[in-house]
């Protein structure tokens, strides 16, 4: 199965903000996210897919690299547990 994760963000700057790249720490998880330029004060959206076929507790790293001159670099973190139904 897959575990659904949904950061959503806004520009706040003055310019057209880009997602240049979006990378998980490990192959079970998956981003996607906003390819277009987001528009000064527009929200673009980043979904992280991870394979819950492992039990038990994890927590994964996404890294997102991006024109924003404040912080072009910002970590994401997905943690839960996985529980047998």
């Known amino acids: 199965g897959d575990g659904n994760c949904e950061f959503q963000f806004t520009n706040t700057g003055n310019e057209p903000l880009i997602l ?41 790293r996404v890294t997102v690299n991006s024109n924003a001159v404040n912080t072009p670099t910002v970590t994401l973190t997905i943690k839960g547990t996985v529980k047998n139904n």
Request: aromatic fraction near 8%.
């Open 20 to 60: 240049s790249n979006v990378r998980a720490s490990c192959g079970c998880t998956t981003p996607s996210w906003t390819k277009a330029p987001v528009m000064p004060g527009k929200t673009g959206t980043i979904k992280v897919r991870y394979n819950t076929n492992n039990l038990g507790g994890f927590q994964k």
